[in-house]
């Protein structure tokens, strides 16, 4: 019996895919393995959305390179977005066996075995990756994610699902759409089957994914499905608590719906990751998002008001080609505005293949984007406490996640009642202490203190 030993980098659907490739190995006959030590199989997950991402992949690469010359027999599998991308190139790599795009992820179990059996590079990835994925293809990705879906040990009483797959978006620094593909939804019978399976294991909160899965779609006859009405169909399901779903693109289309059935449901949660990137009029046009910041407040605005104690998170993209002082100065007054819970902000990164690096300079210096990113952060921190301080004396429930790693508290070497972290519906990390069984149960904390990112208090 072979070890597998898998690395994840990326997103949340990296994540998910991790976890249906982890249970198809189990299926096939291998164990998992945490140490590369143990393992006669490795496979990295992997992402390229920013050149760190897929620099990170070839320090790793190198490193196995290192560690095959004394194990030749260790077999290194690439798969995920950076192994679209690079697709042969890759293969080259001296310590690669094979790469694999996400796609072809149901072949992932039979190319392993191969490998080991066959000892010969495995090439697995889609040529015109832009043309309509093929129907066998899309009939095997949803074998796989009915049957290997259907289980997630990564967070107890957590999974994700998701709704659609790819991206039509074609944001014009995003390398997505030439990785994942054509947008494609899911059939809304697919999806609340597999939540019906997780919910049947225990899971109590599921996460939908999609790049914009506020544009979910599914035509069934005469019938349209949108997010909201998976929301609305998964939130009858018996043990499903609560359903969180990202990322949103700020449109209109489908938002009021969406808005209403989190109103309306208790089940869905008040947590809405609607990325600006941008709060300059011009950079936004450039970037091909379709609306203006004034229409971007617009949203959030209406998701206050239609939806009581939203929280709202967001992501920015900094020093973006032709970014002058003036674009950044209307960044940091949309960041104002918005009052996020809190953002993600990144540096722009030239990504081969997107419009953004065919047809316009990386102008902006890298001490710049990087002084705007800390000049933006200490904006959204300041705003991120005074959110949390509104917390102090109230309690809050709770999903617990597990074990806090991070020693936040005093009595994290309390062995009797270890430090927990959880999240709240509005994605809250709450830290307290707690006996370590509360993994996966929902809890009330009282929160004592809070920091910018995070709630600290104790359990009543
Ligand atoms: N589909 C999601 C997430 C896309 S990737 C969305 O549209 O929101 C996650 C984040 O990475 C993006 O929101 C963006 O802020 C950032 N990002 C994407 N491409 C980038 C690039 N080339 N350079 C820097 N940041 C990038
Ligand atoms: Fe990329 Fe834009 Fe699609 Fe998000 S919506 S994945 S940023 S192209
Ligand atoms: Fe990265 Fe691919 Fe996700 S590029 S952000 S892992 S879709």
Request: hydrophobic share 40%; glycine share 6%.
């Amino acid at each position: 019996m072979s070890n597998v030993f898998i690395k994840t980098y990326g997103c949340q659907m990296n994540k998910m895919d991790t976890s249906m490739v982890t249970c198809a190995f189990k299926e096939a006959g291998f164990s998992l393995t945490d140490s590369v030590k143990d393992a006669d199989v490795v496979l990295i997950n992997t992402c390229s959305v920013r050149d760190h991402a897929e620099q990170r992949v070839i320090s790793h690469l190198g490193h196995l390179k290192h560690i095959k010359k004394n194990r030749p027999d260790l077999v290194v599998a690439v798969i995920g977005c950076m192994a679209q991308r690079l697709g042969a190139e890759l293969l080259e790599h001296e310590a690669v066996d094979i790469v694999c795009g996400p796609t072809q992820i149901p072949q992932i179990t039979e190319l392993v075995t191969k490998a080991i059996n066959e000892k010969q590079k495995k090439l697995a990835i889609t040529k015109n990756i832009r043309r309509k994925t093929p129907e066998y293809q899309t009939d095997a990705l949803e074998k796989f994610e009915t049957s290997f879906g259907i289980e997630d040990k990564q967070i107890p009483s957590q999974a994700f699902v998701n709704v659609m797959r790819g991206c039509d978006n074609f944001c014009s620094y995003c390398v997505v759409p030439y990785v994942r593909g054509p947008e494609v939804s899911r059939p809304p019978v697919a999806i609340i089957e597999q939540i019906r399976k997780l919910a049947d294991k225990g899971v109590k909160q599921v996460t939908l994914l999609g790049q914009r899965v506020n544009a979910y779609k599914y035509i069934a006859g005469e019938k349209i499905y949108c997010l909201a009405n998976v929301l609305k169909m998964a939130s009858e399901i018996e043990g499903i608590e609560w359903l969180k779903f990202v990322t949103n693109y700020p449109s209109e289309k489908f938002f009021d719906e969406i808005l209403q059935v989190m109103a309306d449901c208790p089940k869905v949660c008040k947590y809405l990751h609607i990325p600006a990137q941008s709060g300059s009029d011009k950079i936004l046009r450039a970037m091909n998002r379709r609306y203006t910041a004034e229409q971007y407040l617009d949203l959030i605005n209406k998701a206050r008001t239609t939806v009581p104690g939203i929280a709202i998170a967001g992501d920015f993209i900094v020093g973006f080609p032709g970014e002058t002082e003036e674009d950044f100065k209307a960044t940091v007054d949309l960041v104002k505005k918005a009052r996020y819970k809190n953002c993600f902000i990144f540096k722009y990164s030239p990504r081969p293949g997107t419009t953004a690096d065919k047809r316009l300079k990386d102008s902006v210096p890298l001490e710049v984007k990087k002084g705007r990113n800390i000049e933006l952060l200490a904006v959204q921190e300041q705003i991120s406490d005074e959110l949390s301080r509104e917390f102090l004396g109230k309690v809050v429930k709770v999903l617990v996640e597990g074990l806090s790693k991070k020693p936040h508290l005093n009595s994290a070497e309390n062995p009797d009642k270890p430090q927990l972290i959880g999240r709240t519906e509005t994605d809250y990390i709450v830290v307290f202490n707690g006996i370590s069984s509360l993994a996966g149960e929902f809890v009330k904390v009282k929160i004592t203190k809070t920091s910018p990112l995070t709630l600290f208090g104790e359990l009543i």
